[in-house]
């Protein structure tokens, strides 16, 4: 009897769920994984804002371009690059009268940022920036120049923790693992602080940061 292809397609149809039914589902184990890498940062960040007040908008704004092109000049003259200075545009608001402040006027505010690789410039730059006028001075940021490598190297220990939690794993449970099923990357790859103190030569004393990586790995589970 020659069959159709209608008759075949049927057949294919109707045999399909059993024929996979009856596939056996692979056996596997999933564990999370964790690496973290210490280092010294080599580099911090100064965000501060400048700010002047006055009763025209114009004087209110030109008092504080002048604080931030000073603060530039003297930024520039300790040779950090210009790269590593970045100056925002001027923002003014209204100030109403108050009871502590009775005459009205404008405020004019301008942010600038500054990366140092030298660490000891740190309180020369910290004092400068003090003595231009009004100024809101943020809390210091640490950073690390070579953060990727560093993190692809913490990423690389998760991996690692996670197929060293998998062999116990599956030979406590009288198994061995084969294979990497799936994997997810579960961390962003951000350095964790962990001190930050003051010293007498440079200011601050930068101590020792983490960066972590964190993976999700499912290994396949054979027989031993």
Request: aromatic share 4%; glycine share 4%.
């Amino acid at each position: 009897m020659q069959l159709t292809p209608k008759i075949l397609l049927l057949a294919i149809s109707v045999l399909s769920p059993v024929l996979f039914a009856s596939q056996p589902k692979e056996r596997a184990v999933t564990v999370q994984g964790a690496g973290a890498v210490e280092h010294v940062s080599d580099q911090a960040l100064l965000r501060l804002q400048f700010i002047a007040r006055d009763n025209q908008v114009i004087k209110a704004k030109n008092k504080v371009d002048a604080q931030t092109q000073a603060f530039t000049n003297f930024v520039l003259s300790k040779k950090i690059a210009k790269k590593d200075l970045n100056n925002a545009l001027v923002r003014v608001r209204a100030e109403y009268p108050t009871v502590e402040q009775p005459t009205p006027g404008f405020v004019a505010e301008r942010e600038v940022t500054v990366v140092f690789s030298d660490l000891t410039l740190y309180p020369q730059v910290l004092e400068f920036a003090a003595n231009l006028g009004q100024v809101d001075i943020q809390p210091v940021e640490l950073l690390q120049s070579n953060a990727i490598e560093l993190y692809d190297q913490a990423l690389i220990a998760a991996i690692d923790d996670a197929k060293r939690k998998a062999t116990i794993l599956a030979k406590q449970s009288g198994a061995k693992i084969g294979k990497v099923l799936t994997i997810n990357e579960q961390s962003l790859g951000r350095p964790m602080l962990r001190k930050m103190a003051m010293s007498a030569d440079s200011g601050m004393e930068t101590g020792t940061q983490m960066i972590r990586a964190e993976v999700s790995v499912e290994f396949q589970l054979l027989e031993p």
